[in-house]
């Protein structure tokens, strides 16, 4: 069922279950955090979803928890399965080994630091896209600068037709809302455009054509509420209740691994996970950091109650 399904509103970015004790992937917590997540009705989901969680698993952890996200996805969403290495070859290899498991879509991120040239971006992308049939979701983030554009778009579908997502992430992203048009006008629509800053500038950009955005599973319920607002054309009440959320968001968006940190912390609160475990090199927030997460949770779960 799941390959008839195209990624579109809100995505939830997975987080990993760690054992409190021995610090490890604990999968048999990963069934109710993909559960909670196929409730609010998503289209697709990508697990795991955090980039800090995903560097920190071998190989073969990495392809034991996709195995067991496909199973438990069963068909009922897009499992998007992420890919990062700044070899091309061993990020193709690792696409077609994910996707041999069953994963809908292959995502995998353009590493800025390691590429020059537009010539160099466009090669590594051909690479990944051309290695599997399953449809590819580029991420580019560039918090320095511009990301690719129309004419990457288009060369890139030149050769690879399966390429049909992209999540764009750059300063001010509302100030790009003309690129993000000029592309799908460009291309016909044959890629979808996904909001990448976690959710904080979709309602600026959904009036332009994106498709949806990835955000935090804890928060996910809440910005599919606003997304069907304001497509809806409710914009007021749309906005009233992003404006509830906003605080809490911006507060993770300070820190990668703060984000992180604060959403387990809310699973806990809304007993989606066991404990608020992460894998080591975790971060260590003083206490008024804590204290100051927490309250912005507690505001956040009273949205949902």
Known sequence: MSRSLVLEGILPLVPLPVSSETGKIDLS?????????????????????????????????????????????????????????????????????????????????IPRPALVSNDDVLAYCQTICRAVSVPVLIQDRNPTGPTVGLDFCQRMLETCPNFQYLRLEEPLMYQVAGKIAGILAGVNKAVRILEGWHGLYMLDLLPYGISGGMVNLGIAGILARVWTLARLNEHDKAMDLFERALPQMLFGLQNQEMSLYLEKRLLVKRGVLSNAAVQPISFSPPAELVARGDFLNRRVARILE
Do not use: C, N
């Not at 409730?39 to 995903?54: D, K, R, T, Y």
């Open 29 to 109: 917590g990963l069934p109710a955090l993909i559960e909670f997540a196929l409730g609010i009705g998503v289209s697709g989901l990508q697990a795991p979803g955090h980039l800090s969680e995903f560097l920190k698993l071998s190989d073969a952890d990495r392809s034991k928890i996709i195995r067991a996200a496909v199973e438990i996805v069963d068909g009922h969403a897009l499992l998007i399965a992420p890919v990062y290495h700044l070899s091309p070859d061993l990020a193709a290899a690792a696409a077609q080994q994910y996707a041999a498991l069953g994963a809908d879509v292959i995502a995998f991120t």
